[in-house]
Structure formats: structure tokens, C-alpha cells
């Protein structure tokens, strides 16, 4: 064997040995989160907004501890998506008050200003003690950031942010909901913190394996 193919067989070898770490994580990854245990497979699957991304919902409520807490995990993750996955926030609601609060999201996204009054609404009910439970009060909170009452009030009051509220009240049962905070990935799989998923970082993992699993179906249905 001359010199030039020794040093191209030894390349060859070279790189079937780098890629067997990959390969062994990729296989551990596929191993580490199994439906049951660490997901659920929703019963029918939801249709997503963009079939062409992969669909990534946060179903919260702006008065739980949990989703408080978990607010500066999902800002971090968000800001670190890829162009293909489509991060979607998701108000649940089981009760009057909690429907409250989907409203005051959906104005909010109505009237453009949700990056400006989202972090203060969870600020006003879980450290102030402000449970925002009327129109005057959540008024109150809007127009402290530079929201006008009349501005609030249409929004707030509008034919099209109290559809969205019972639309997403409608789709409570189809994507599962039964806590906050919850994700589900591309309509089809609901992760839930529980007694295999300890931390709401190890629900991002999930999220984020989920999302590589339909990020691969995805890329093999355009094949």
C-alpha cells in the first residue's frame, strides 16, 4: 500500500471513530424518554398553525406559582429556538377566574403588548398579591404601562379576544390539559412534570427530544 492511500485509510478510520460518540448519544437520547413515563400521546392529534414548522405549545396561567417559575426557563428556551419550531403560548382555564386571565392575554396580544405587560402580570399576582380579577384592576395594570383605558377597554371587551378565549377553552379537552404549566409538542404529545419528569428543565429536554423526533418526520414526509 503506497503512502497516499495509508494516510487516506487512516483518515477513514479516524472519522468512523469520531462519529461512534454520536452515534451512542443519539441512541442514548432515543432510550432516555419513552411515551408513558416521560410523555403522552394525545388521544387525536390537534392541527398545528404552520404544518411546515414544528409546533411548540405552553399551556400556563398567569396565577400559578409553578408557571411563575417556570416563566424565566421558557423565556430562555424561546429565545434559543431554531427558525423551524413555532413557540406558542396557551392560556388554560378550568375556571372563571382563569378565563379572566386568558382574556386579559388575548387583549394583550390584541393590542401588541404583550412583551410590555406579560411579566408584569405574573409580577401582579404572584408577588404583589394583585389577583387581577376584574376589569378595573387589569385596566389599571395596562394602562401603568402605557396602555390608554380606551385602548384596554375595546380590546379587552372585543368580539374577536372573546372568541379566542372559548376557542382555547374548547381546546383544553383536546390537548388534555389537567395542570400548568404543560407543553405540547406539534399537537400529538402533552409533557407534564410528574413522577419520571422531575424538573420543569428536564420537561424542556423532553420538549426539545420531541422536537428533534417530528423535526425527522417532518424532513421524511418532504422526501
Not at 31 to 45: D, K, N, S, W
Not at 60 to 83: A, K, M, Q, T
Not at 87 to 107: E, T
Request: glycine residues 4%.
Amino acid at each position: 500500500m503506497n503512502r497516499g492511500r495509508m494516510i487516506r485509510r487512516t483518515l477513514q478510520i479516524l472519522s468512523l471513530i469520531a462519529l461512534l460518540p454520536l452515534a451512542y448519544s443519539s441512541h442514548a437520547q432515543i432510550e432516555r424518554f419513552v411515551a408513558g413515563p416521560h410523555y403522552t400521546e394525545l388521544r387525536a392529534p390537534v392541527n398545528t398553525n404552520d404544518a411546515s414548522k414544528v409546533e411548540v405549545i405552553e399551556a400556563f396561567w398567569y396565577g400559578c406559582s409553578h408557571c411563575f417559575r417556570f416563566e424565566p426557563l421558557i423565556v430562555n428556551w424561546e429565545n434559543n429556538i431554531p427558525d423551524d419550531v413555532d413557540f406558542v403560548r396557551f392560556p388554560a382555564m378550568w375556571n372563571g377566574l382563569m378565563k379572566v386571565h386568558a382574556q386579559i392575554y388575548y387583549a394583550a396580544e390584541a393590542l401588541d403588548a404583550l412583551d410590555v405587560v406579560h411579566e408584569h402580570v405574573y409580577n401582579a399576582i404572584n408577588i404583589e398579591g394583585n389577583r387581577l380579577q376584574n376589569e378595573r384592576q387589569i385596566g389599571a395594570l395596562f394602562a401603568k404601562y402605557g396602555v390608554s383605558e380606551a385602548d384596554f377597554e375595546a380590546a379587552f371587551n372585543s368580539f374577536s379576544v372573546r372568541t379566542k378565549v372559548n376557542q382555547a377553552e374548547q381546546r383544553m379537552e383536546d390537548y388534555e390539559i389537567r395542570s400548568t404549566p404543560n407543553m405540547i409538542v406539534n399537537g400529538k404529545y402533552l409533557i407534564t412534570t410528574g413522577e419520571n419528569v422531575r424538573t420543569q428543565q428536564e420537561m424542556l429536554e423532553v420538549v426539545d427530544f420531541l422536537v428533534e423526533k417530528e423535526r425527522q418526520t417532518l424532513r421524511s414526509s418532504g422526501d
